[in-house]
């Protein structure tokens, strides 16, 4: 069942030099309990877009909605209520300075009118989720990156949303910390059942935690599809632009690059020692980035091989049931 579905969207914002068109034709849908990604470079319109989910942006043409209800047809007070569901994370923490960790995690639910005890009751439960229930008196400047944005999470699940949309809620934090983060946002949607809606560049990110994911590019979107399968065979420029690293491809005379997907071959498995013993050809290994996930293998790896063998190299990918994809 569809949680957000959006049809048709166009977002055109109209400035002193004139109008800028944010995003086009947008058609998305994002099932319950889905971890969905949206991913593009900087101002190819994903901040947009996910701000026209809630409606903090109205859309200029198109519809969104939400649990089946079309938000622009919705009373004010509906609008409310429906952002209530959608809890909000962003790159920058949005913490409120003043307040201590758990009067930040309290705020929204003021907001909505819950007497001071079981706001605090609640704020409490979520610090423990967080595993921050030991800061809970601390304010945000004597809380390192990752604890202010665990906070920020913490808040965001105050009114118990059913969405929770994440705005480059990585970016500014170390590789370490991220991980960690995403750690804690994959348990948050496995035990609380909360649809993720993540906001990012970082092809690391989509890899680590979506099963879903839009590439965005100039304002549309270019791609969509499972995560396993646009990392194995992108079919768009961006979506190649942002899996593959750059210069890892480079032509030499009388040879194919070809790029290997692992996505559960066993991590034992000595594919490029059996690829030449078996082929007979040499193997020039241009780029890897593998990782060993619970015995498995995960990542790409970039090679080279001569013309007169691609066949032959082709044949034993196909014969041991790897995913592959020639590189021009």
């Given at each position: 069942m569809s949680v957000v579905r959006i049809?048709?969207?166009?977002?055109?914002?109209?400035?002193?030099?004139g109008d800028v068109q944010a995003l086009r034709n947008i058609d998305l849908s994002i099932e319950e309990g889905d971890i969905f990604g949206i991913i593009g470079l900087s101002g190819a319109g994903k901040s947009t877009l996910v701000r026209c989910i809630n409606f903090l942006e109205i859309p200029t043409e198109g519809t969104v909605y939400f649990e089946n209800n079309d938000l622009k047809s919705l009373t004010h007070k509906e609008l409310l209520r429906a952002r209530q569901s959608m809890?909000?994370?962003f790159q920058g923490f949005n913490l409120l300075e003043q307040r201590t960790a758990i009067k930040n995690i309290c705020f929204p639910l003021e907001i909505s009118g819950v007497?001071?005890?079981s706001a605090?009751?609640?704020?409490r439960e979520l610090l423990d989720i967080v595993g921050l229930r030991d800061r809970e008196r601390s304010y945000p400047s004597q809380l390192s990156g990752g604890q202010k944005q665990r906070v920020a999470i913490a808040r965001a699940l105050a009114t118990n949303p059913k969405v929770l949309l994440c705005d480059e809620a990585t970016s500014a934090l170390d590789?370490?910390?991220?991980r960690s983060i995403l750690a804690l946002l994959k348990e948050i949607n496995?035990?609380?059942?909360?649809?993720v809606i993540i906001i990012t560049h970082e092809m690391s990110v989509i890899e680590q935690i979506c099963n879903r994911v839009?590439?965005?590019?100039?304002?549309?979107?270019?791609?969509?599809?499972?995560?396993?399968?646009?990392f194995a065979n992108p079919q768009s420029d961006m979506a190649k632009q942002l899996i593959l690293p750059k210069n890892a491809i480079h032509s030499l005379d009388d040879y194919k690059a070809v790029r290997i997907v692992f996505d559960g071959l066993s991590s034992y498995e000595p594919v490029i020692a059996n690829l030449i013993m078996e082929c007979n050809v040499p193997v020039n290994i241009m780029y890897a980035n593998t990782k060993d996930v619970n015995g498995t293998a995960a990542g790409e790896m970039i090679i080279q091989v001569p013309d007169t063998a691609i066949n032959k190299v082709n044949a034993y990918f196909d014969r041991i049931g790897i995913k592959y994809k020639e590189e021009m």
């Open positions: 049809e048709n969207l166009s977002k055109t914002f109209h400035t002193a030099n809890g909000m994370i007497d001071k005890k605090e009751k609640r704020a590789p370490n910390t991220t496995r035990t609380m059942g909360v649809t839009a590439v965005i590019d100039k304002s549309r979107i270019v791609e969509e599809g499972n995560v396993k399968d646009i």
